[in-house]
């Protein structure tokens, strides 16, 4: 009589032996012949045989499509541009001879090179986020002219960052030394001080000021030169604007310096970018590459260096009040 031998669970281990080896048997086999094993539906998806990829068949004569905006504007033969008003140089403005120059000019210039159109310029006497709100409403395929980036205009437009600049106060030195006169602590300090700040009417820094500045008094001019003479006159403490702005302020004018001190907030950035509104989306793309392969994204320094001859034909005075010198930060 055979002693059988079992397991914990009963199974005799003869048996169990047995079972193993027809298992390794049958599996052998199925490979050898190629045979597809199927696996249990709960524990591995199904998988496609070779004849279900046979299904699938493509059109190598199909004509190709390009993206809906791209096409419109290729149908159009032009490249509809909305710069800011009014001028400010180095970025967007008029020569003594009425021609468009400037760093964004020849931005948008090279974008419809690309896309091997016409650049047709429009320079609307409207707000800066009316600007960018034109292109949402497809009256321009591109809001362009020191654009910041801000949450409302987000809401109208998608941004091709293009510079990166910082926010900025000019403030008056004998204010800034009232507050506090450890550098390294000056930021708390101004945080929480009540000073009176000038900023542009409609601009970034009308929105971004009282939150950056909860305890400060802001008040708003038509322009940037409206600002200046508000400084000068004591009727504001600081001017609060971006770094590039304050900084081309006093080197324009260096017995500023004197009396005004800029402050960077290296904490808070100011992103530059063109508006391409949501029936141009094929554009921003395109805008993105084309930056990324001409300059790359600026920031001040490499403004200052790029445009410096430029500069000095812009500078900004808080005396006369020509064209380019009431330039308006956005």
Same mark, same amino acid.
């Given at each position: 009589?055979?002693?059988?031998?079992?397991?914990?669970?009963?199974?005799?281990?003869?048996?169990?032996?047995?079972?193993?080896?027809?298992?390794?048997?049958?599996?052998?086999?199925?490979?050898?012949?190629?045979?597809?094993?199927?696996?249990?539906?709960?524990?591995?998806?199904?998988?496609?045989?070779?004849?279900?990829?046979?299904?699938?068949?493509?059109?190598?004569?199909?004509?190709?499509?390009?993206?809906?905006?791209?096409?419109?504007?290729?149908?159009?033969?032009?490249?509809?541009?909305?710069?800011?008003?009014?001028?400010?140089?180095?970025?967007?403005?008029?020569?003594?001879?009425?021609?468009?120059?400037?760093?964004?000019?020849?931005?948008?210039?090279?974008?419809?090179?690309?896309?091997?159109?016409?650049?047709?310029?429009?320079?609307?006497?409207?707000?800066?986020?009316?600007?960018?709100?034109?292109?949402?409403?497809?009256?321009?395929?591109? @809001? *362009?002219?020191?654009? /910041?980036?801000?949450?409302? &205009? +987000?809401?109208?437009?998608? =941004?091709?960052?293009? $510079?990166?600049?910082?926010?900025?106060?000019?403030?008056?030195?004998?204010?800034?030394?009232?507050?506090?006169?450890?550098?390294?602590?000056?930021?708390?300090?101004?945080?929480?001080?009540?000073?009176?700040?000038?900023?542009?009417?409609?601009?970034?820094?009308?929105?971004?000021?009282?939150?950056?500045?909860?305890?400060?008094?802001?008040?708003?001019?038509?322009?940037?030169?409206?600002?200046?003479?508000?400084?000068?006159?004591?009727?504001?403490? @600081? *001017?609060?604007?971006? /770094?590039?702005?304050?900084? &081309? +302020?006093?080197?324009?004018? =260096?017995?500023?310096? $004197?009396?005004?001190?800029?402050?960077?907030?290296?904490?808070?950035?100011?992103?530059?970018?063109?508006?391409?509104?949501?029936?141009?989306?094929?554009?921003?793309?395109?805008?993105?590459?084309?930056?990324?392969?001409?300059?790359?994204?600026?920031?001040?320094?490499?403004?200052?260096?790029?445009?410096?001859?430029?500069?000095?034909?812009?500078?900004?005075?808080?005396?006369?009040?020509?064209?380019?010198?009431?330039?308006?930060?956005?």
């Amino acid at each position: 009589m055979t002693d059988w031998k079992t397991h914990s669970t009963g199974t005799p281990s003869v048996l169990r032996n047995l079972n193993q080896v027809l298992l390794s048997l049958l599996l052998m086999v199925l490979i050898m012949t190629g045979t597809p094993i199927q696996a249990s539906a709960a524990t591995a998806p199904a998988t496609l045989t070779p004849g279900d990829a046979d299904r699938a068949t493509i059109d190598l004569d199909a004509k190709p499509r390009l993206n809906p905006s791209i096409q419109a504007i290729r149908d159009s033969g032009i490249l509809r541009i909305g710069l800011a008003y009014p001028d400010n140089l180095p970025l967007y403005g008029h020569d003594k001879d009425g021609n468009l120059i400037g760093y964004d000019v020849d931005l948008a210039r090279g974008i419809a090179r690309a896309l091997r159109v016409k650049p047709v310029f429009s320079q609307p006497q409207v707000t800066y986020t009316r600007l960018v709100q034109l292109a949402s409403a497809d009256q321009v395929d591109v @809001a *362009l002219g020191k654009l /910041s980036v801000t949450i409302p &205009r +987000l809401g109208y437009a998608q =941004p091709v960052p293009y $510079l990166n600049l910082h926010q900025s106060l000019l403030i008056n030195r004998r204010v800034l030394e009232s507050i506090g006169q450890d550098p390294a602590n000056i930021g708390p300090r101004l945080l929480a001080a009540p000073i009176r700040i000038g900023v542009i009417e409609g601009s970034a820094y009308s929105v971004w000021g009282p939150s950056t500045l909860p305890r400060a008094r802001f008040t708003t001019y038509p322009n940037w030169q409206a600002c200046v003479d508000a400084l000068t006159s004591r009727q504001v403490d @600081a *001017l609060m604007r971006d /770094s590039f702005e304050t900084a &081309r +302020l006093v080197k324009s004018k =260096p017995k500023l310096a $004197l009396e005004y001190v800029p402050i960077i907030l290296k904490d808070k950035v100011d992103n530059i970018a063109m508006y391409v509104g949501p029936r141009m989306e094929g554009l921003e793309p395109i805008g993105n590459f084309y930056v990324n392969i001409t300059t790359g994204v600026l920031d001040e320094s490499e403004l200052f260096r790029h445009f410096k001859a430029e500069m000095k034909s812009s500078q900004v005075s808080t005396g006369s009040k020509s064209k380019s010198q009431h330039s308006d930060s956005h």
